[in-house]
C-alpha cells in the first residue's frame, strides 16, 4: 500500500499518467477507475463512488455521532476490515433513508 496521494486541485488527469490501472483503484467499490478519477483526503474513487460514499449515513453505536461513508474510521477484527467510529472506535450501523 502506497502513501497518500496528492493531487493539486485540477490537475486530476495526471494521476491517469502517474498510475498504473493496478494502482487506480477505487476505494469505494474497490473496482480499477478507468475514468471519472476523483481524489478525496488523499484516496482514490471514482467521481460517482465518491458521491455515494457522501450520501451514506452511519451511526455510532457508541456515542451517537453521525458520519458519512467517508468519516468512518477503519479497525481490524479478526483479520477483516471493518468500519468503525473516529470518534469513540465504537460500532456503526448504517441509516437506511428513503
Ligand atoms: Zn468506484
Ligand atoms: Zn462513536
Same mark, same amino acid.
Request: proline share 4%.
Given at each position: 500500500m502506497k502513501g497518500k496521494i496528492t493531487a493539486p486541485p485540477g490537475s486530476l488527469r495526471k494521476l491517469y499518467?502517474?498510475?498504473? !490501472? #493496478?494502482e487506480r483503484i477505487c476505494e469505494y467499490c474497490g473496482r480499477p477507475i478507468r475514468r471519472n478519477i476523483d481524489l478525496y483526503q488523499g484516496r482514490l474513487y471514482h467521481h460517482g463512488? !465518491? !458521491?455515494?460514499?457522501? #450520501? +451514506? /449515513?452511519? +451511526?455510532c453505536l457508541g456515542c451517537g455521532a453521525w458520519l458519512s461513508?467517508?468519516?468512518l474510521g477503519e479497525a481490524e477484527v479478526l483479520g477483516r476490515r471493518v /468500519?468503525?467510529?473516529?470518534?469513540?472506535?465504537?460500532r456503526v450501523k448504517e441509516v437506511k433513508r428513503r
Amino acid at each position: 500500500m502506497k502513501g497518500k496521494i496528492t493531487a493539486p486541485p485540477g490537475s486530476l488527469r495526471k494521476l491517469y499518467e502517474e498510475l498504473s !490501472l #493496478e494502482e487506480r483503484i477505487c476505494e469505494y467499490c474497490g473496482r480499477p477507475i478507468r475514468r471519472n478519477i476523483d481524489l478525496y483526503q488523499g484516496r482514490l474513487y471514482h467521481h460517482g463512488c !465518491l !458521491l455515494s460514499a457522501k #450520501e +451514506r /449515513r452511519y +451511526r455510532c453505536l457508541g456515542c451517537g455521532a453521525w458520519l458519512s461513508w467517508l468519516e468512518l474510521g477503519e479497525a481490524e477484527v479478526l483479520g477483516r476490515r471493518v /468500519r468503525s467510529c473516529p470518534i469513540c472506535g465504537g460500532r456503526v450501523k448504517e441509516v437506511k433513508r428513503r
